[in-house]
């Protein structure tokens, strides 16, 4: 079984900075891709970021490009999501997502995660 688990989350003002990260552990896996959604009160959860094993390929949604990166550390089994420049509009509880199937797309999609963390709450006052 694995287990993820997310910190980082708070509550910032708009133009403020955090980073999210992400711990897996539970078993021993390679060549996973780990991606982070985000689900603001009662919408849909929705795809923010996802980034391959190798940490070359990443993949973000529309509007977080240019002010959020993810990166990973394999040898931590962790993932991160550096938010900068935030909104009010970025305001959602954040999970992260391992997948463990290979995918030749943005791994933009959950049903192709396997594992999913207990989410982490950020909110960006104006």
């Known amino acids: 079984q694995v287990r993820l688990v997310e910190s980082g989350g708070g509550f910032v003002q708009a133009g403020d900075s955090l980073r999210l990260s992400c711990a897996a552990s539970?078993?021993?896996?390679?060549?996973?891709?780990m991606g982070w959604f985000r689900q603001a009160p009662g919408k849909e959860r929705d795809f923010v970021a996802a980034?391959?094993?190798?940490?070359?390929?990443?993949y973000y949604t529309d509007s977080v490009k240019g002010r959020f990166t993810i990166s990973r550390d394999n040898v931590k089994n962790t993932v991160y999501l550096q938010m900068n420049s935030l909104k009010p509009e970025d305001t959602a509880v954040y999970y992260c997502a391992v997948s463990l199937k290979y995918y030749s797309g943005s791994y933009s999609q959950r049903r192709q995660y396997d594992y999913w963390g207990q989410g982490t709450q950020v909110t960006v006052s104006s």
């Open positions: 539970g078993r021993t896996f390679t060549n996973y891709a």
């Open positions: 980034i391959r094993w190798s940490g070359r390929s990443t």
